[in-house]
């Protein structure tokens, strides 16, 4: 890397080690209500679906993959 490249790479850079980053405010409560059974099983079902019915039809279908077309 030239002389010239490292001194405009260290030019960009350094102004931005500078800049303040704003820090957020986050503030958390408990929840007003609590989640019910049906919820908690609905909530599982779908995470458990989305993410075991595309390996499944993945690896049912790993035959027709493997073959050359």
Known sequence: MSVLTSQL???LTGS???LPVP???VH???PE???GIMEK???LTSCFVSLFLPAGWILS???DYK???
């Open 16 to 18: 931005a080690r500078r």
């Open 41 to 43: 099983a609905i909530a």
């Open 61 to 63: 279908h790993l035959e």
């Open 28 to 30: 958390s409560m408990p």
């Open 23 to 25: 820090r957020a405010k």
């Open 67 to 69: 073959r050359p077309e």
């Open 9 to 11: 790479l260290r030019g």
């Open 33 to 35: 209500e609590e989640l």
